[in-house]
Nanobody
Framework: QVPLVESGGGLVQVGGSLRLSCAAT????????MGWHRQAPGKQHELVAS???????NYGDSVKGRFTISRDNAKNTVYLQMNNLTPEDTAVYYC?????????????WGQGTQVTVSS
C-alpha cells in the first residue's frame, strides 16, 4: 500500500493555478512536518514548501508569494496551492511526511505528480 497518495497535478497554462493534495494512508500516525519537493529535468531536487504540525511554514525562494502550503491534521493531508504558475514550475512534485515520537522516526514520500506549465 502506497503510504502517501498525491493528486491534483496536470497541465496548466502560464499564469494559471493548481492545487495539489497528499493524503496519508495505512494508519500513519504521529506526523510532524509535512511538505513538498520537486524535481525538474536536468535540475536539482529542491524544497518547495514545508509546514510543521504547529502551522509554521517555509517556502523555497522561487515560489514565495505564489504558492501556499496548508494541512488538515484531522485528515492527515497536506495541500499545495500554486498560483501564477510559470514554465519554470514544471516538475514532478513529491509530498513527504516526517513522523516520529519517542525516538522512533520515519519519513514517507508520495509517488510524485507531474505538473506541466505551458507557455
Amino acid at each position: 500500500q502506497v503510504p502517501l497518495v498525491e493528486s491534483g497535478g496536470g497541465l496548466v497554462q502560464v499564469g494559471g493555478s493548481l492545487r495539489l493534495s497528499c493524503a496519508a494512508t495505512g494508519g500513519i500516525t504521529n506526523i510532524n512536518d509535512m511538505g513538498w519537493h520537486r524535481q525538474a529535468p536536468g535540475k536539482q531536487h529542491e524544497l518547495v514548501a514545508s509546514i510543521t504540525n504547529g502551522g509554521t511554514t517555509n517556502y523555497g525562494d522561487s515560489v514565495k508569494g505564489r504558492f501556499t502550503i496548508s494541512r488538515d491534521n484531522a485528515k492527515n493531508t497536506v495541500y499545495l496551492q500554486m498560483n501564477n504558475l510559470t514554465p519554470e514550475d514544471t516538475a514532478v512534485y513529491y509530498c513527504y511526511m516526517e513522523t516520529g515520537i519517542g525516538g522512533s522516526y520515519a519519513d514517507y514520500w508520495g509517488q510524485g505528480t507531474q505538473v506541466t506549465v505551458s507557455s
